[in-house]
């Protein structure tokens, strides 16, 4: 079951397992709750996975525009850093309810040439 769960319901089901920890193991004093605390964020780093998107961005006045070349996701903005931003912020909120990919193949990128 672990597998089918998203990132992060991964994350909400450690945070419920740590309270209920927290709730029976009496450790909701003070340097309990820091303890807590320093366990669920152990706990989050463990469970969060990365994965490296291509971006191509292009200039499309006034905007830069940047597309997700591994995945249907773009985002804008008025330089190519903000746009770039934007898109690793649409990429989070797309991976939000589906997990992030085990692997996949870099695109291939190629400049085709017509004649005029």
Known sequence: MWGRLTG???LRLVELVLVELVLLMGLYSNSGTLRFLRILVSAKLLCMSTATFTAAVTHESPWYVARCLEVEVASQGST???A???LKEAL???FE??????GF???LIATVELSA
Request: aromatic content about 4%.
């Open 84 to 86: 770039l931003a934007s």
């Open 8 to 10: 992060t319901a991964q």
């Open 80 to 82: 190519v850093e903000d």
């Open 97 to 102: 309810d589906t997990a992030l990919p085990d």
């Open 92 to 94: 989070e909120l797309y």
């Open 105 to 107: 193949e870099p695109p």
